[in-house]
C-alpha cells in the first residue's frame, strides 16, 4: 500500500491564506523527508475557507524545487472547458521537468456548483467534458502532434511543447463518489481518488465496481493500465484515542458541516449527474455532531492511535485499496 498527503489550504479561524500555503510547502517538504509516497493538492475555486487552493500548479511547482523523491500529483485538475486541456498539458510538461519525472496526473469533472455557475458550467455535461479534454490531453502529451475535432474543441494539427521529462505517459487518476464514476475510470483504465461519506459497505461496492471494470480494460490512448484504487480519508494521529478525538473534533465536525452544506447544492439541482449527492448529505446530516459514529461507522475519518491508525490501514488494504 502508497501513502499519501492530500492537501486543500484549509483556513481556520486565526489562520491567513499566505501562511498556510508556506505550511503547505513545509508539510510536503517533510513528506518527502519521511517517507510518503506522494504529494498532492486539489484544484478549488470559490471554496474559502475550507478550500483556498485555486492554483495548485504553482504550489506543485514550489514543492518540486524543494523536494527530491516524493511524487507530485495535482488531485485534481478540473477536466472541464474553462480548462483549456492544451493548457493543462502544457502545465503537465513543466511541472515534470521541474520535478525530474515525478508527475502523476490527477483528474475531476468538479461536484461544486458555485464553480460550475461563476465558470458558465453545465452540471449535465460534466461527464462529457471531462472524458473529451482528457482524451485531447492525453493525445497533447503522448503523440507528436495533437488534431481534434470533438463536441467542445476543435483543435487544428499542434505540437505542445515542453514535452514530458518521464518517457511514458504518467498514472492517470479520477476523483470520484460514485459507481459510475468508478465504472467508468476502471473501464478506461484509469485510477479512481474515492472519497466515500457513507458506511463502509458503499466503500466495498466501489472497490468490486472498479476492480471488476479495470480487469477487461481499453485504455483510450497511448498510456499504460492504472489499475490503483485510492481512498481519500481525513486523518489525525496521537499518543491516546482520547487527545486524538479531542484535537481533531473541531476540524473534523466543521469539514462535515461544510460538506453538507456543499452536497445539498449539487443534490438539489435538476442534473441526474449528482442526484446520488442528496443521500450523501442525509446520511452525514443525521450524525453530523457524532464524531465518534463518523470514526466508526464509515471510512471517512481516521482518528485515532497510531494502532489504530494501522490497523485502519489494515483494513483497507484487505478490502484492495492501494493507496
Known amino acids: 500500500m502508497r501513502f499519501g498527503i492530500l492537501q486543500e489550504g484549509d483556513t481556520p479561524p486565526g489562520a491567513s491564506v499566505p501562511n498556510r500555503y508556506h505550511e503547505m510547502i513545509r508539510e510536503a517538504v517533510l513528506a518527502d523527508q519521511e517517507g510518503f509516497d506522494f504529494w ?14 485555486s492554483s495548485p500548479e504553482a504550489l506543485l511547482g514550489a ?23 492544451l493548457r493543462t498539458a502544457e502545465h503537465l510538461a513543466t511541472l515534470d521537468i521541474i520535478s525530474r519525472g515525478r508527475v502523476e496526473i490527477g483528474t475531476a469533472r468538479s461536484n461544486n456548483s458555485v464553480m460550475h455557475k461563476a465558470f458558465g458550467v453545465d452540471p449535465n455535461d460534466t461527464r462529457a467534458q471531462w472524458r473529451e479534454c482528457l482524451s485531447v490531453i492525453v493525445k497533447a502529451l503522448t503523440e507528436e502532434t495533437v488534431q481534434f475535432a470533438g463536441k467542445y474543441f476543435n483543435i487544428p494539427e499542434t505540437r505542445v511543447e515542453p514535452r514530458l521529462y518521464q518517457n511514458a505517459l504518467p498514472k492517470i487518476f479520477v476523483s470520484a463518489n460514485s459507481f459510475e464514476t468508478c465504472k467508468a475510470s476502471g473501464a478506461l483504465g484509469i485510477g479512481v481518488m474515492l472519497s466515500n461519506h457513507f458506511g463502509w459497505e458503499y466503500s466495498e461496492r466501489c472497490i468490486e465496481t472498479y476492480k471488476s471494470a479495470v480487469a477487461s480494460a481499453a485504455p483510450d490512448g497511448n498510456y499504460e493500465v492504472n489499475n490503483s484504487f485510492s481512498h481519500l480519508v481525513l486523518a489525525h494521529c496521537a499518543r491516546t484515542r482520547a487527545e486524538a478525538i479531542e484535537q481533531g473534533r473541531p476540524a473534523a465536525l466543521g469539514f462535515a458541516k461544510w460538506v453538507v452544506e456543499f452536497l445539498g447544492k449539487l443534490g438539489s439541482s435538476k442534473s441526474p449527474n449528482y442526484a446520488y449527492m442528496a443521500s450523501m448529505k442525509k446520511e452525514i446530516e443525521h450524525h453530523g455532531d457524532d464524531l465518534e459514529y463518523l470514526m466508526d461507522a464509515t471510512p471517512w475519518f481516521l482518528i485515532g492511535t497510531p494502532d489504530e491508525v494501522i490497523e485502519r490501514a489494515q483494513k483497507f488494504s484487505d478490502l484492495g485499496v492501494d493507496e
Not at 498532492?40 to 487552493?53: D, I, K, L, M
Open 40 to 53: 498532492g493538492v486539489s484544484e478549488q475555486h470559490f471554496n474559502a475557507p475550507h478550500c483556498t487552493t
Open 63 to 85: 514543492v518540486a524545487i524543494l523536494t527530491q523523491n516524493i511524487k507530485l500529483r495535482q488531485m485534481s485538475h478540473v477536466l472541464l472547458t474553462f480548462n483549456h486541456p
